[in-house]
């Protein structure tokens, strides 16, 4: 089992949708979660960090975590075009394990 | 402008030759990460620095080397000895182990 498992995808939705993507985890120690958005071809860009149970709001994005299920979600509002791209998770404690990544494609 | 920068954007290696990867950062981080990445496994932890003049082995640390001289540099020497050398390398930094992570813009490898 690996520690960190996400969806790949493909997830096309419709602009304008919102998107929930999702993570789980196996580790109980992990006390800290990333969400990140990767174009093709470039380095990963920080969506969200969070350390605690709860949500987390910024812009359009929402961070969930529920460390007593060990589920990571992240919800996109408005979904635009231009969120097409992967999206990975990453949950840790002093260093970071990464999911694969779930591709998205908003249609216009 | 803060940020990290990877050099070079792409690189081509012989079988057999050893290649350094740079990677430099102005964000006055403590902490610094190499990853690689493969179509469908993700991003896989090869080193980390907590602070200059110390790193550790990730997960996937056979056949590559780092050094940590200085607080702003973290170059990778991917050697011989990797079996499977062609990935995308992406460096990363942060403030202290377990902050958010910042990437670079990464490096393609690929070993003709």
């Known amino acids: 089992q690996k520690e960190v498992e996400q969806d790949p995808g493909p997830l096309s939705v419709p602009e304008g949708a919102i998107v929930s993507l999702n993570c789980t985890y196996s580790?109980?120690?992990?006390?800290?979660f990333m969400w990140y958005r990767q174009y093709s071809r470039k380095g990963p860009e920080l969506l969200m960090y969070?350390?605690?149970?709860g949500n987390k709001e910024d812009g359009r994005f929402t961070a969930q975590v529920d460390k007593s299920s060990k589920y990571i979600s992240l919800f996109i509002r408005d979904s635009q075009p231009s969120d097409s791209a992967t999206y990975l998770c990453?949950?840790?404690?002093?260093?970071?394990?990464f999911g694969t990544g779930t591709r998205l494609k908003v249609l216009a | 402008d803060g940020g990290i920068t990877q050099s070079p954007k792409y690189l081509f290696r012989k079988e057999g030759q050893n290649v350094t990867l740079s990677c430099e950062q102005n964000?006055?981080?403590?902490?610094m990460y190499w990853y690689r990445q493969d179509p469908g496994q993700g991003l896989r932890l090869i080193y980390y620095?907590?602070?200059?003049?110390?790193?550790q082995k990730g997960d996937i640390a056979e056949g590559y080397s780092v050094s940590r001289e200085k607080k702003e540099s973290f170059p990778l020497t991917v050697t011989s000895a990797q079996k499977n050398p062609t990935a995308f390398y992406l460096c990363?930094?942060?403030?202290?182990?377990?902050?958010?992570?910042?990437f670079g813009q990464g490096t393609r490898l690929t070993v003709v």
């Open positions: 990363a930094s942060s403030e202290t182990l377990n902050t958010e992570a910042f």
């Open positions: 580790n109980s120690a992990f006390q800290y």
């Open positions: 969070t350390y605690s149970s």
């Open positions: 990453a949950a840790g404690t002093y260093k970071y394990i």
């Open positions: 964000l006055n981080h403590d902490a």
């Open positions: 620095s907590q602070i200059v003049n110390d790193f």
